[in-house]
């Protein structure tokens, strides 16, 4: 089964970085789709980035340039990388994963299966 531990996340001033990192315990997905998702208080969980088996990535507009997703493989490992963090990047980060490369939608949380706890990330201006 598999199991989704998200950590890296803090405190930083607007400008700086965070690197996140999702353990996947018991990944054995032939097909998969990795996400990372955010949400604001009071707001529903958003897609931030996904990538899948087949190497293909997508981020949101407003990270595009400034966050980097990406898996390994050795270490069985989703990271996320954020540069140039902005005040409006302050949120809950979590990991999310798909059984299906089909169904890497950024907003559509009903297709990610598994998910991690969460991790908060505090950017101050």
């Known amino acids: 089964q598999l199991q989704m531990a998200e950590s890296g996340g803090g405190s930083v001033q607007a400008g700086g970085s965070l690197r996140l990192t999702c353990n996947l315990s018991?990944?054995?997905?032939?097909?998969?789709?990795l996400a990372w998702f955010r949400q604001f208080p009071g707001r529903e969980r958003d897609g931030v980035a996904t990538i899948d088996d087949n190497n293909k990535i997508r981020y949101i507009g407003s990270v595009e340039g400034r966050f980097t997703i990406s898996v390994d493989k050795a270490k069985n490992t989703l990271n996320l990388q954020m540069n140039n963090l902005r005040s409006s990047d302050s949120a809950t980060y979590y990991c999310?994963?798909?059984?299906?490369?089909?169904?890497?939608?950024?907003?559509?949380?009903?297709?990610?299966?598994?998910w991690g706890q969460g991790t908060q990330v505090t950017v101050s201006s």
């Open positions: 999310a994963a798909s059984p299906d490369n089909d169904w890497c939608y950024l907003h559509e949380t009903k297709y990610y299966f598994d």
């Open positions: 018991g990944f054995t997905l032939p097909k998969y789709c």
